[in-house]
Nanobody
């Protein structure tokens, strides 16, 4: 399974970005897809995930109400809509695929390269 995240960039605080995660090489509906982020000098942290069925989503408390995860099965793509961005959202965002626990990095077996999101004040 291969994953490619894109859509990052530079945005002012309060602005919005939409990240995309293109998934290939596997049965799309089999996998939970999660978004994680890592800021300089910090541990990687869970952001949001969507289950393989598409019926369940979960979010980190820090992004609830601001970020929305969704998917397009026809395009094998998962999206992360990020609104009301804050400077503390600045990080490299990566997507991952797995079949077990989906709000922890331990549940993911396949990782894509990240995309940089920078939020300026």
């Amino acid at each position: 399974v291969q994953l490619q995240a894109f859509g990052g960039g530079l945005v002012q605080a309060g602005g919005s970005l939409r990240l995309s995660c293109a998934v290939s090489g596997g049965r799309f509906r089999r996998y939970n897809i999660g978004w994680f982020r890592q800021a300089p000098g910090k541990e990687r942290e869970f952001v949001a995930a969507i289950s393989g069925s598409g019926f369940s989503t979960t979010y980190a408390d820090s992004v609830k109400g601001r970020f929305t995860i969704s998917r397009d099965v026809a395009k094998n793509t998962v999206y992360l809509q990020m609104n009301s961005l804050k400077t503390e959202d600045t990080a490299v965002y990566s997507c991952a695929a797995g079949v077990s626990t989906y709000d922890s990095a331990l549940g993911y077996d396949y990782w894509g390269q990240g995309t940089q999101v920078t939020v300026s004040s």
